[in-house]
């Protein structure tokens, strides 16, 4: 299979935007077409994933697929197909002395294979994306939703031959919960070029240890709110309220409060009755515990590197602008954090110096999220630095070539 | 060290240009000054290599340092002193309806590991190009240079100590020949952000499969001319002469020639005379060898994969553009290919469908270089797809991190 991607990634450098568009939106009509098909097996899923034991309710959500969730799915694939086309896009060209002519070109990386847990969506997302930038594509669910991608894929790969124009081996679904499957993916160094794990931290552990293919990496998401002294007290509580609460389960929400300590004992009283209000349980530091001591916990160190993913939020007094920017970059998973002042310097401070993906400045981290940005549909969220930092989207599965166009120029 | 260069890491992200420039000044100074201390530690350097077996002429020469290397060297760190910062570069910034301002801005990635062999100047360059971009860097030298790359470090630190603007941690230097030194370094991903092996394949290959870090791999180069039907053969044979004979121990200098059949009875016997002026061994297919029989050995299906780096060179007969590519695709090392046509529709197949870091029409393959590009001094040429692509200088050691200004917008 991985073969064939390779061979099918040489013939995606040369198909033009027109086709892969009209692949895209023969995939979305045929999800569409096949959706009784596709929730009778996601049905399977969910009853066998029932006799398993501590399965909770919000995982079983997760998986769960009915007729608006396709629908949303179908709609996606249809954006993709009308988003820009991110290939062949010269960045850049320029003439050296000795008149050749140099250009720097958007391509896409190759063969890309994407290991992925529970929700159904990816599938299609993925096919999708990695399509839209010309790379060839090797899909690896979850065992817990084995029937659900199958039936997505079975109903893709219809749409696509029905459109008829790209080869063979262009989506590629890996059809077995066989757990020796991914590592062994993971040595295919010849002819993959790329891993993308979505899922859990032990996936993405795994996976980044295994690997003998570069992957970028989606890590954990704990990221920090800092309530400066300079800081709008009406502004910081509704931000804080927003990253907190709004969609506690997902990675660009807060789990971490730092008020600076001039502002501390006018801010934490209200924000933590408001936060309390929203049934969000608080951590506090001993400073924290001094002002507020009703209903805060005792935050521990271990709260410091937690991402709660749930209405629970740690809260810490800092004695400097410094010492929250410290604690950000210690304690941290660089991925989305955000300064409340009204203040320009501290403002700018805190964006040069904190070492995350996103930093923000009045605004809540909710928003580190491709559509968000207006970057388009993302892939997921990359804690990395090297290639792609933040939105991975079509754009990130991309790589560049230098073009050099001579007439016969020699090196002397 | 590493702990101590993630501390300085963080320092860095806020020093200005100015103070990285005066601090390479000086770096570059104190390794004028200590020239003398460098040379006698060479020199005991290739007094130990005199006394081990096997040992190439080569190697020695490109291990032994002289005056003029040395100011080489200096002068190769003023450059970079003279060079424009790429740190803080606003690629894009753009407003979101909800009035969040966004921006794509340039960072250093962090603290950069660079083990590299043999040549001394490789300290000096990738301390230089490190620095600059506001990275710290933690070098590991080959044990047969030791006391070379050691002296050079002791130099480069006083410069570091008299210019006083920098943390300790930001140059740091391996000090030991203890190979388990590299594998430990490449276990410690809290610390360091990304892995650069500079030398042989054995050891970019060693470090790729150990590392727990991202990499940054310079391959080899096998790089292929291509001489269409529709070539202008005196361009095609000077521009092979060039790109064989120039310098055959790098790594874009060409390994094979591919030669459309209708142009090989005309092209070939004048291109293998000329190069057999000029030392060159021809290894040739059945094709060739039916067109030119004498002094041509034959060819193997090793040699389509061998980087000579000697005055070796493997020629094929191919009966069409499309076995050219799918030749170099399949053979090559995707680093540098061209072809020499005076046709746009071959040569416009050629640019897109070689799957190479760089594609040439018209020209030799030796300009791929950060200078002759453009783009400035260099740490190597990456034949990665990740992160950097083609020659890695300064701007390939920054990532990038998105900014966004709001006024207390929250997601809703």
């Known amino acids: ?6 061979a099918a990634s040489y013939q995606l450098m040369k198909v033009s935007s027109d086709i892969k568009d009209r692949s895209l939106l023969e995939m979305a ?11 009778k097996a996601n049905k399977r899923d969910i009853a066998l994933l029932r006799k398993r034991k501590n399965i909770s309710q919000a995982f079983v959500d997760r998986l769960r697929l009915n007729e608006e969730r396709i629908g949303a799915m179908v709609q996606a694939v249809r954006d993709v197909a009308g988003a820009r086309d991110p290939i062949g896009e010269v960045k850049r060209m320029w003439k050296r002395p000795n008149g050749l002519q140099i250009g720097k070109i958007t391509v896409p990386i190759g063969v890309i294979c994407i290991i992925y847990e529970s929700r159904p969506n990816v ?3 993925c096919a999708a994306l990695t399509l839209k930038s010309s790379n060839a594509v090797i899909l690896r669910g979850g065992s817990e939703a084995l029937y659900s991608n199958s039936a997505l894929y079975t109903a893709m790969k219809k749409g696509l031959k029905r459109a008829g124009e790209l080869p063979e081996g262009t989506v590629n679904f890996i059809d077995t919960a066989d757990r020796e499957a991914v590592g062994y993916l993971l040595t295919l160094d010849e002819f993959i070029d790329a891993v993308i794990p979505r899922g859990g931290e032990g996936l993405i552990k795994a996976v980044a240890e295994q690997s ?3 992957v970028i990496k989606h890590y954990k998401g704990v990221c920090h709110l800092y309530v400066d002294r300079f800081a709008d007290c009406d502004m910081a509580e509704k931000i ?20 600076h300590k001039d502002k501390a004992s006018i801010f934490l009283p209200r924000v933590i009755h408001a936060l309390k209000r929203k049934k969000v349980e608080i951590r506090g530091c001993e400073k924290t515990r001094a002002i507020v001591s009703k209903g805060v916990k005792k935050a521990t160190e271990e709260d410091w590197f937690t991402e709660y993913l749930d209405l629970i939020l740690s809260v810490r007094v800092v004695n400097s602008s410094e010492a929250a920017i410290t604690h950000i970059n210690r304690y941290g998973s660089h991925h989305s954090d955000a300064i409340v002042t009204e203040n320009i310097h501290e403002a700018m401070r805190f964006l040069q110096e904190v070492d995350s993906a996103a930093v923000y400045v009045n605004a809540s981290t909710r928003f580190t999220d491709g559509g968000q940005f207006g970057l388009g549909a993302e892939i997921g969220i990359s804690t990395d630095k090297l290639h792609a930092r933040g ?17 016969g120029q020699i090196r002397t």
């Open 391 to 407: 939105p991975v989207g079509v754009d990130e599965l991309t790589t560049y070539k230098y073009i050099v166009f001579g007439s």
């Open 1 to 6: 299979m991985a073969r064939q991607a390779k």
């Open 240 to 259: 804080c309220i927003n990253a907190k609460v709004e969609r506690p389960g997902v990675c660009n929400a807060i789990e971490t409060l730092l008020v």
């Open 123 to 125: 599938t299609s997302d």
């Open 212 to 214: 003998r293919i570069p």
């Open 29 to 39: 009509s045929s999800i569409k077409q096949h959706a009784s098909t596709i929730l």
